[in-house]
């Protein structure tokens, strides 16, 4: 019985080892990557109406041009409601987007390829998979269970020289010329890191010249109009045996040596808008099958290394680490590698800037996004990945509270933005993200600048001026009648000014904020009632300072200030300061306004009716309709949430479409429709 067990065990690790020796690696997520974004199709699916979509989309490929072959885009081969995977990665030369698809009825699939892919292109078929490429820059490779959508641009790298060295070099040209090739090459070779040199191989030589021929098929369209530049070459040397003649024109400005060719003169039997044809045209298409086999060879290698591996994808924790999986699309950005890596990398690195920016842009944010039944929610963490500059952050966010500024939130008013932070941690905020971030040659000049600057601001003192608190209240919209300056012309073109008037829209507002020096705001108001110049606009009325221009035609000509109870106040109306009773929704907003360091409301449905008198042409006045019956309302809080930043949106829908995501579709539609009717002509 021993025995049989001991047989058992060996023969169970055995085919245990061989397993994890023949099974194949999952597909790694590449380092680069600065944009992930999972699509979660379980929840999503449930929630798009394609009795709707359908149609529209159908009608978006009606407008471009493009032959209707599919009537049912629900039914694409493509298993909707499995997840989907997105990333994207970039450097100066090579910029790449990948998705990621499960199959379900790979016929179908293969059927909705053909309706999209170029009339006469053919599928490439390869080991463990096949594939197409739509356009130049995008191709699709599948399996029997999974598709992969790849989009591939490449710029031609190039060497950075400063300038000053270029002058000195200018005569060993040949020498930049050649060095350029090997930049080039090295790029192309390092554009993708499966990528390896092989020895020349003439097979694949003439693969690659039948795929060039094959790509000068797919672009006919050129190839005919290049023929018929060429014919139109024959016709003229046919009758005028010889090429347009050069004919020289020498001056002070031109040398002998540079000629300028003249246009050649026309035929009666030809075209007198004939030129002769432009040599860098050919030159061009080579450049772009030269570019199309590079980008190609890009998108094959991520094919293959997909199809070789389990077909899992295999995501850093990093990435995962604020991803949550009841939300409807997860997004992951990396902003040190967008910006300093890809956007602005020659930039920071040509003016010494990449120390000070990488450390600035040395983070990264996650999304989650819902769409509810009545609202959509979008959940943002925000971290910086350097502990010490994060926790400077966390500190900043943690402020005071400030009740007397949330009592000016009303029910009434069209939005507000709270702030609550700390001031005093704002310096501590701006010295961790100098610290260490400059040459390290000029490290220790770094070093005594700060330090300096720790000893002349007094930190206290500017935190006591403006402690951090403030909020900003927009209460309406109200019209006013203004006059302007206009030009008619008579008919000799002679120009008369002319007096008109016309309807603005005036923002009530208050601005406010918390102070611990009272005296230092009364001083700045004092000096702006006496100052000699300033004096002519401003002036003080009780506790109030009153600024006023009896010449203002702007949407602005009166504003009042004052500093009451250790708030300053900027405001359109004085009664705006006073206290007024909160409904029991208002009363959250101010419990929500205080508990939070950011937070904010927006009655986009009351903005947009207020701005009523800015839509005028009955395009934009049927546009005002569909936001008037539409749009809803944005409220959005951040806070410190464990090593994070979080910031959390909801925009309330106010229309009955099935939920939040075919909300956003609806109101598309309208607008579609509206310019749709504007193409149609009038019938008189």
């Not at 380092?31 to 979660?40: H, R």
């Not at 963490?381 to 400030?402: A, V």
């Not at 010295?431 to 930190?459: F, V």
């Not at 935190?463 to 006013?480: D, R």
Request: aromatic share 14%; charged share 30%; hydrophobic share 35%.
């Amino acid at each position: 019985m021993k025995s049989i067990l001991l047989k058992t065990q060996r023969i169970t690790f055995l085919l245990f080892g061989c397993v994890l020796i023949f099974a194949q690696k999952s597909m790694k997520i590449p380092d680069n990557v600065s944009f992930y974004m999972e699509i979660n199709g379980k929840q999503l699916n449930k929630k798009i109406n394609w009795e709707k979509f359908n149609p529209f989309l159908q009608e978006i490929a009606k407008d471009n041009k493009q032959k209707n072959f599919w009537n049912d885009y629900s039914k694409t081969g493509i298993k909707y409601d499995a997840t989907q995977y997105h990333y994207a990665s970039f450097n100066d030369s090579v910029q790449t987007y990948t998705s990621h698809f499960i199959i379900d009825n790979k016929g179908k699939f293969q059927e909705f390829m053909t309706s999209i892919k170029k009339k006469g292109q053919e599928i490439s078929r390869k080991n463990n998979y096949s594939y197409v490429d739509i356009n130049e820059n995008a191709f699709v490779a599948w399996n029997d269970d999974h598709a992969v959508l790849s989009f591939v641009n490449y710029n031609k790298p190039y060497k950075e020289t400063d300038w000053a060295e270029v002058v000195a070099i200018d005569s060993a040209a040949t020498v930049i010329d050649s060095t350029a090739v090997v930049v080039e090459d090295a790029a192309i070779a390092t554009a993708d890191s499966t990528y390896v040199e092989k020895p020349f191989d003439y097979k694949e030589e003439i693969k690659y010249l039948k795929e060039d021929i094959q790509y000068l098929k797919q672009n006919i369209k050129n190839s005919n109009s290049e023929i018929a530049k060429l014919q139109k070459d024959i016709k003229y040397l046919e009758k005028n045996h010889q090429y347009p003649e050069e004919k020289k024109i020498t001056d002070s400005v031109y040398s002998e040596n540079e000629v300028e060719v003249l246009p050649p003169p026309p035929a009666e039997d030809e075209n007198p808008e004939y030129t002769e044809p432009l040599t860098y045209e050919p030159e061009m298409d080579s450049l772009r099958i030269e570019n199309f086999k590079i980008v190609k060879k890009i998108a094959e290698d991520v094919f293959d290394r997909y199809f070789s591996s389990s077909m899992e994808i295999e995501v850093s924790k990093e990435m995962l680490s604020f991803r949550d999986p009841d939300s409807d699309v997860f997004v992951y950005t990396d902003y040190g590698k967008i910006f300093t890596d890809g956007l602005y990398q020659r930039m920071f690195r040509r003016y010494d800037f990449n120390p000070y920016f990488e450390k600035i842009y040395n983070s990264n944010s996650s999304y989650n996004l819902y769409f509810d039944k009545d609202k959509v929610k979008l959940v943002n963490n925000y971290k910086h990945k350097d502990p010490k500059i994060q926790k400077s952050f966390s500190e900043l966010y943690q402020g005071r509270k400030n009740k007397k500024l949330a009592s000016l939130i009303n029910d009434k008013s069209i939005g507000y933005y709270v702030i609550n932070i700390n001031g005093n941690k704002y310096f501590d905020m701006m010295y961790s993200l100098l610290e260490n971030s400059g040459q390290a040659e000029y490290q220790k000049e770094m070093e005594l600048i700060m330090e300096t600057m720790k000893i002349i601001l007094d930190e206290e003192a500017i935190a006591k001026i403006a402690p951090g608190n403030g909020i900003f209240v927009l209460n309406e919209l109200t019209s006013k009648e203004v006059e302007y300056t206009d030009y008619d012309y008579d008919n000799d073109y002679n120009e008369k000014e002319v007096k008109k008037k016309k309807e603005v829209m005036v923002p009530n507002f208050t601005f406010a904020f918390a102070t611990e020096n009272e005296n230092y705001w009364r001083r700045v108001f004092d000096l702006l009632t006496t100052n000699k110049n300033a004096a002519k606009n401003f002036s003080k009325k009780g506790s109030f300072y009153v600024f006023k221009d009896e010449k203002s035609n702007s949407y602005l000509d009166q504003l009042f200030f004052t500093v009451q109870d250790g708030i300053v106040y900027l405001t359109t109306s004085t009664e705006n300061i006073t206290q007024k009773n909160q409904s029991e929704l208002a009363g959250k907003w101010m419990k929500d306004s205080s508990k939070y360091p950011f937070s904010g409301r927006l009655d986009i449905q009351k903005l947009i009716i207020g701005l009523d008198k800015e839509f005028k042409s009955p395009s934009e006045r049927k546009t005002l309709d569909v936001f008037r019956k539409n749009v809803g309302e944005l409220y959005f809080k951040t806070e410190v949430k464990g090593e994070s930043i979080q910031t959390e949106m909801d925009y309330n829908i106010k229309n009955s479409s099935e939920n939040s995501l075919m909300y956003f579709f609806d109101l598309f539609d309208e607008f579609y429709k509206i310019m749709e009717a504007e193409k149609v002509p009038a019938i008189l």
